[in-house]
């Protein structure tokens, strides 16, 4: 059974940084594409970022320029750098992985981001 596991939350005054760890139990190389969510209290989840095998990022236009999002297949890690952190930024982040439409998608529990004015 595949695992993952977020780590790097935490609590940020605004315009500072963090960086999010998403770890695999098992190899991500062949994964097509890795997503981080965030999920707001009391909204939606709301997808952040992605990024596919080959490399190419997507962002939601508010985070375009302050976040990055990467992957290491030799260390079966997702990443999300996140610079010039604002209070619309806090949520629970979490690391996802999508499947066919017939199996269910690959998520994390969650860390959590809170950014203070």
């Known amino acids: 059974q595949v695992q993952l596991v977020e780590s790097g939350g935490g609590l940020v005054q605004a315009g500072g940084s963090l960086r999010l760890v998403c770890e695999s139990s098992?190899?991500?190389?062949?994964?097509?594409?890795m997503r981080w969510y965030r999920q707001a209290p009391g909204e939606q989840r709301v997808l952040v970022a992605g990024?596919?095998?080959?490399?190419?990022?997507t962002y939601i236009d508010s985070v375009k320029g302050r976040f990055t999002i990467s992957r290491d297949s030799a260390k079966n890690a997702l990443y999300l750098q996140m610079n010039s952190l604002k209070p619309e930024d806090t949520g629970d982040y979490h690391c996802?992985?999508?499947?066919?439409?017939?199996?269910?998608?690959?998520w994390g529990q969650g860390t959590q981001v809170t950014v203070s004015s």
């Open positions: 996802n992985v999508p499947r066919s439409p017939l199996l269910s998608d690959y």
């Open positions: 098992t190899k991500i190389m062949n994964w097509i594409r």
């Open positions: 990024i596919s095998v080959s490399g190419r990022p």
